[in-house]
């Protein structure tokens, strides 16, 4: 389990390297940029639930385990959408702003939800509903990210040419949705004891 400094290291990490993907004004950079970013963070996730698993962890564990690797893919994807169309990519798109509203909401919620799995579990307790409550918003959140993923294809939005105002929040979109979708499966497939 990462440290708090690990997690900010990683989210510095992670933003600095899609935004200087994303200023080399090459989408398919910053495309791959995107990719790794989220695979990596997938993977990382996957494998924590692995060994919480392996150890027999509470449900409450894998739960919040989930909640902080999402927080931490939608802090990301807030973030650099807020940093690339403020100071990077001189293209105006009007509705970036709406979408990092909309993504750090979903990170402050995650994280919320993680501490307060983290802070019944370290007072002896186990929230039942709230691990299931967590399970059905997982469930919802898949059926989105698989809505989303759709739409980008159905609108042509991905890949998206540099022509387009929005390119680089397509890429964060697409493999966003990807990361968080892997992730919530992963979790709801989980053995994890409740």
């Given at each position: 389990m990462l440290s708090w400094t690990g997690w900010l290291f990683a989210l510095a990490a992670a933003i600095f390297a899609t935004i200087l993907a994303a200023?080399?004004?090459q989408p398919m950079l910053q495309m791959a940029a995107v990719a790794a970013?989220?695979?990596?963070?997938a993977l990382i996730a996957i494998r924590e639930h692995r060994q919480l698993n392996d150890v027999g962890a509470p449900a409450s564990a894998v739960a919040s385990s989930t909640a902080r690797y999402l927080a931490l893919i939608w802090a990301w994807g807030g973030l650099t959408l807020l940093v690339t169309y403020l100071f990077i990519i001189e293209a105006r798109w009007a509705e970036w702003w709406q979408f990092f509203l909309g993504f750090a909401f979903a990170a402050l919620a995650s994280i919320g939800f993680s501490f307060l799995l983290d802070r019944d579990r370290a007072a002896g307790r186990t929230d039942a509903t709230l691990v299931k409550f967590g399970r059905i918003l997982l469930k919802a959140q898949v059926v989105g990210m698989v809505a989303g993923i759709i739409s980008l294809f159905v609108d042509e939005k991905f890949p998206?040419?540099?022509t387009h105002a929005d390119w680089a929040g397509c890429n964060i979109f697409f493999f966003g949705a990807l990361a968080i979708a892997a992730i919530s499966l992963n979790a709801i497939r989980s053995p994890a004891n409740a």
């Open positions: 200023a080399a004004n970013v989220s695979i990596a963070i998206r040419a540099e």
